[in-house]
């Protein structure tokens, strides 16, 4: 996590983010059963209009390594955020730049956010078949599991619940 720089998304990042996003949830086997969530990823400028797009970006390079988008309830992204809490989606991390610490510097910075906002919570939604390192790292966070809010956004993909509780 060293190192990285997280900041909001500029328009000039949009297509590496696109990109980016898209081969991280194909290389995890996430789009097999989702025809045209492929679209709905690479479409950062409605992310952006909804939502805050996070990057975390090489110091030296600018190279954009990673991006989330963090949503409160309302959005039209906001899957399972209610009063006070706040919602991260769609974070991915270039295949080839993981293991840099990106994926975990962008979630904190969505629960920093939160935090600021005066949140009580931040939830996410995560695919029942999602990688190991991906859970762990959540865990590491502090998420833990709320199976009531498990849901399913089309039939055959199965999303699990978490929740990360914020100090009042």
């Known amino acids: 996590m060293t190192g990285l720089t997280v900041r909001p998304a500029t328009p000039a990042d ?3 983010i696109a990109r980016l996003t898209v081969a991280a949830y194909e290389a995890d086997g996430q ?3 989702e025809p045209g969530y492929a679209e709905v990823l690479a479409d950062v400028a409605t992310r952006a209009g909804a939502g805050v797009v996070l990057v975390a970006a090489d110091p030296v390079t600018g190279a954009v390594l990673g991006s989330v988008t ?7 992204y906001a899957e399972l955020s209610g009063p006070g ?6 974070l991915a991390v270039d295949p080839a730049a993981q293991g840099r610490g990106a994926g975990q510097a962008l979630a904190r910075a969505c629960v920093d956010r ?12 995560i695919r029942a078949g999602m990688a190991e ?4 790292l959540y865990e590491r966070i502090g998420f833990r599991r ?4 498990d849901w399913s956004p089309v039939p055959g993909v199965r999303l699990l619940g978490l929740r990360l509780e914020l100090p009042a």
């Open 133 to 136: 390192a991906a859970r762990r």
């Open 31 to 33: 789009l097999k059963d």
């Open 146 to 149: 709320v199976p009531q809010r």
């Open 70 to 76: 963090f949503v409160l309830p309302g959005s039209p």
């Open 85 to 90: 809490e706040a919602e991260f989606r769609m």
């Open 114 to 125: 939160a935090v600021a906002l005066g949140c009580t919570a931040v939830v996410i939604s």
């Open 14 to 16: 949009y297509a590496a």
